[in-house]
C-alpha cells in the first residue's frame, strides 16, 4: 500500500479558469475527505464521502466547488472559475470503516496558485 | 460548532522536554487527535485520546482533561526533525464525526 496519492502536485492557473484534482484513497479506506489548508492554518473540512456518497459539505465549500466519487475509490474535486482566494493546498484523506476513531491518512497535497 | 486553541509558537532547545496545549470547545465529544506537519508535507497522525489521562508513543505523550476541556502533547528527548507544526483536532457531535483542527503550534528547535 502506497498511501494516499493526488495528483496534481501543483496547478497554477488563471483567474475565471476551472481546475480539477485528483484523489487515489488507500485501497481498503471507505472514508474519503477533502480539507482545503492556508499558510499558517489547520486544515479546513470542505467534504466528505462514505464510499460514493457524498454524506457531508462544509459551508466553506460554495456552488462554484463541486466533488464526486463515483465508484466509491478514487475522488476528484473541481472548482470552477477560480477566484484568487482559492489559491490553497487542497488536501485529501481517507480513513477506513474500522476506525471509530476516524483517523485521518493524508496525501501529500495538490498546492493550487491562482493568478 | 467547534473551536480550538492553541499556542502559534514554541521554541526549545534539542534533548529537552516541551508540552504543546490545547483547549477545545465543542458539543458532544468524543476524542482528541494530534498530527504533525513538516514544511510543505502532509500531516501525519501522532496520537488520539478518547478517555482522560495519558497515552504515550515512545517520545511523544498525549494527555486529555475532558472535564478541562484541555489536552496537551508532550515532546521528550526533543530533536532537530521535531521541528514542525503540530496540530490538534477534535472530534465533536456534529455530523459525520469529522475532526476540527486547530490552527497549529509552530515547534522551533533549536542546537
Known amino acids: 500500500d502506497t498511501g494516499v496519492s493526488q495528483n496534481p502536485r501543483h496547478k497554477i492557473t488563471k483567474r475565471g479558469q476551472n481546475v480539477t484534482f485528483r484523489c487515489d484513497p488507500i485501497s481498503e479506506h471507505n472514508r474519503l475527505y477533502w480539507y482545503r489548508q492556508t499558510l499558517g492554518q489547520g486544515p479546513e473540512f470542505l467534504t466528505y464521502?462514505?464510499?460514493?456518497?457524498?454524506?457531508?459539505k462544509s459551508r466553506l465549500l460554495s456552488d462554484r466547488f463541486s466533488a464526486e466519487r463515483p465508484k466509491g475509490s478514487f475522488s476528484t474535486l473541481e472548482i470552477q472559475r477560480t477566484e484568487q482566494g482559492d489559491s490553497a493546498m487542497y488536501l485529501c484523506?481517507?480513513?477506513?470503516?474500522?476506525?471509530?476513531?476516524?483517523?485521518?491518512?493524508f496525501g501529500p497535497g495538490t498546492r493550487l496558485l491562482v493568478l | 460548532g467547534q473551536s480550538l486553541e492553541q499556542p502559534s509558537e514554541v521554541t526549545a532547545v534539542e534533548g529537552a522536554i516541551v508540552q504543546i496545549n490545547c483547549t477545545y470547545q465543542t458539543s458532544g465529544f468524543y476524542g482528541l487527535s494530534w498530527y504533525q506537519q513538516h514544511d510543505g508535507g502532509a500531516p501525519t497522525f501522532l496520537s488520539y485520546?478518547?478517555?482522560?489521562g495519558l497515552e504515550e508513543t515512545g517520545r511523544f505523550s498525549s494527555f486529555l482533561s475532558r472535564s478541562d476541556s484541555y489536552g496537551y502533547l508532550l515532546l521528550q528527548e526533543l530533536q532537530m526533525k521535531d521541528s514542525a507544526s503540530y496540530f490538534c483536532?477534535?472530534?465533536?457531535?456534529?455530523?459525520?464525526?469529522?475532526?476540527?483542527f486547530g490552527r497549529g503550534t509552530s515547534l522551533i528547535v533549536h542546537p
Open positions: 464521502f462514505q464510499n460514493e456518497a457524498q454524506l457531508e
Open positions: 483536532a477534535v472530534r465533536g457531535s456534529g455530523g459525520s464525526y469529522i475532526p476540527t
Open positions: 485520546n478518547a478517555l482522560d
Open positions: 484523506a481517507s480513513s477506513p470503516r474500522t476506525d471509530p476513531t476516524r483517523t485521518q491518512y
